[in-house]
């Protein structure tokens, strides 16, 4: 008997993921962050964070806020002159990542110049405002009055629903139980997810076979194997 042919399919995690209403799936761990995001402008103060771990979906979100709201994109390491008078004239404004620096002086006049203008300012941190590295006591001050709603890590029902989707998105059939498989054995992240869907649509037809638990368990041990790779 041959062999089974064996695909060397690239390690891809950076599939890009859609940034609209109906491309986002709602589940318990990220259900109270999508209630804020869809309630907007009505919110219980000018300034939410938004935290949870990497992979959680807080960009997919905040992007969906920002489309909405028109939002300005600021980086949390520089906040200049432009930015504040934008928030000043009542434009709302987006932080994405305030992990990777925080400009404390920036930040606390740009809270300022929100509450001045009447807008919205919505951060996204992996951690929440007690842990960022804030020492300026008026900067703190306004952290603590912000609205801070957590987005839990994807658990397997959200991984689930959200692979379930991206293969109806292309047409594709697969089984519950092989979905539940992957879920239950990557890593509890929703780019994860969307790269392991990628790449078993991308193996099934260079085979001209249907994605079964099988070529799951191949594509999934893979990018074990490549994330160990790229860890070393």
Known sequence: ?????????????GVAAGHTRDDLVVAPANAAAVDLIDRWPDWPSPVVVLAGPAGSGKTHLAR??????????ASADRIGADMLSAAT?????????????LDETGLFHLIN???????????????FPAAWPAT?????????????????????????AVMTK????RQVKVEPHVIAYV?????????TAMAVVH??????????????????????????????????
């Open 64 to 73: 969906l806020w920002a489309a909405a709201a028109g939002a300005a994109e």
């Open 136 to 160: 300026l006591p008026d900067l703190q001050s306004r952290l603590r009055a912000a609205t801070v709603v957590e987005i839990a890590e994807p658990d397997d029902f959200l991984l689930s």
């Open 166 to 169: 991206l293969f109806a998105d």
């Open 1 to 13: 008997m041959a062999d089974t042919p064996s695909i060397q399919l690239p390690l891809d995690l």
């Open 89 to 101: 004239a009542g434009r709302a404004v987006l932080i994405d990542g305030v992990d990777a620096g």
């Open 113 to 127: 110049s929100v509450r001045q203008g009447g807008g919205h300012l919505l951060l996204t941190s992996r951690r």
């Open 183 to 191: 879920a239950n054995r990557i890593e509890r992240s929703l780019s």
């Open 199 to 232: 790449r078993l649509d991308a193996a099934g037809l260079a085979r001209g076979s249907r994605i079964t638990r099988g070529l799951a368990a191949e594509i999934v041990s893979a990018i074990d194997e490549g994330q160990r790779e790229l860890e070393l």
